[in-house]
């Protein structure tokens, strides 16, 4: 078992920055992949962005390109997602999320994750 706690997340203005960090618990944690998503109120969950386990591959949604940058510190056991150029339309909870498989390709759709965090709030105002 992996447990995810994710911080980090608040109330910003739009334009502004947050970063969200995810720290893991296991030794294994290095090997994993990981992801964000986030879900809206009334929405589905949707993908934001994952790293493979080495940190060489990146994917992002559209939505988010430019704008956002998921690193990882296997030292820390940690994932973040860095988020500039915060619009009203990102306002969400934040998902945290582990991928236990190898995989030529980090994955984007949440049945593939393992295991999920609790969630953090990123509320972002006109």
């Known amino acids: 078992q992996v447990q995810l706690v994710e911080s980090g997340g608040g109330l910003v203005q739009a334009g502004g920055s947050l970063r969200l960090s995810c720290a893991a618990s296991?030794?294994?944690?290095?090997?994993?992949?990981m992801g964000w998503f986030r879900q809206a109120p009334g929405k589905e969950r949707e993908f934001v962005a994952a790293?493979?386990?080495?940190?060489?591959?990146?994917y992002y949604a559209d939505s988010v390109k430019g704008r956002f940058t998921i690193s990882r510190d296997n030292a820390k056991n940690t994932v973040y997602l860095q988020m500039n150029s915060l619009k009203p339309e990102d306002t969400a909870v934040y998902y945290c999320?582990?991928?236990?498989?190898?995989?030529?390709?980090?994955?984007?759709?949440?049945?593939?994750?393992?295991?999920w965090g609790q969630g953090t709030q990123v509320t972002v105002s006109s």
């Open positions: 790293i493979s386990w080495s940190g060489g591959s990146a």
């Open positions: 999320a582990a991928d236990r498989l190898l995989r030529r390709y980090v994955a984007t759709t949440p049945s593939v994750y393992d295991y």
């Open positions: 296991g030794r294994t944690f290095s090997t994993y992949a």
